[in-house]
């Protein structure tokens, strides 16, 4: 059986982590992301980026899974930025703030094309 949600870090591009999420990002799947998100970090692996092209729906707790990303990284001088997010996922930046502090771009090609700061 497929699961309908999920995480799994994907081929990297370039000097970009992917970490691919789909589905929803809710309080089931949080724990998971903060797993791959900790491990990545652990590597010294702290410019990534979040393909959401899959994410159908995202909540409050996959917000803080995000800040906690953003956190962890920049506290390495990394960067998150997200690719192919949403309207929902969007619309949720935009009302939180998060939207003024976080780069999006239309698919992980352009998220992965420009230098990591």
Same mark, same amino acid.
């Given at each position: 059986?497929?699961? #309908?949600?999920?995480?799994? &870090?994907?081929? =990297?591009?370039?000097?970009?982590? #992917?970490?691919?999420?789909?589905? !929803?990002?809710?309080?089931?799947? @949080?724990?998971?992301? &903060?797993?791959?998100? =900790?491990?990545?970090? /652990?590597? =010294? &692996?702290?410019?990534?980026?979040?393909?959401?092209?899959? @994410?159908?729906?995202? !909540?409050?707790? /996959?917000?803080? #899974?995000?800040?906690?990303?953003?956190? *962890? @990284? %920049? *506290? &390495?001088?990394?960067?998150?930025?997200? +690719?192919?997010?949403?309207?929902?996922?969007?619309?949720?930046?935009?009302?939180?703030?998060?939207?003024? @502090?976080? %780069?999006?771009?239309?698919?992980?090609? +352009? *998220? +992965?094309?420009?230098? +990591?700061?």
């Amino acid at each position: 059986m497929v699961p #309908v949600s999920g995480v799994e &870090r994907v081929s =990297d591009v370039g000097a970009w982590a #992917v970490v691919s999420l789909f589905g !929803d990002v809710d309080v089931h799947l @949080v724990a998971r992301v &903060r797993e791959v998100v =900790d491990e990545l970090v /652990g590597e =010294d &692996r702290v410019h990534l980026v979040w393909d959401l092209k899959g @994410v159908i729906f995202m !909540d409050s707790a /996959g917000l803080g #899974v995000l800040v906690h990303t953003m956190q *962890a @990284v %920049e *506290a &390495r001088e990394g960067i998150v930025r997200l +690719a192919e997010p949403s309207g929902q996922v969007l619309r949720l930046l935009e009302l939180t703030g998060l939207d003024e @502090v976080i %780069e999006c771009y239309p698919d992980v090609a +352009a *998220a +992965a094309g420009r230098s +990591a700061r």
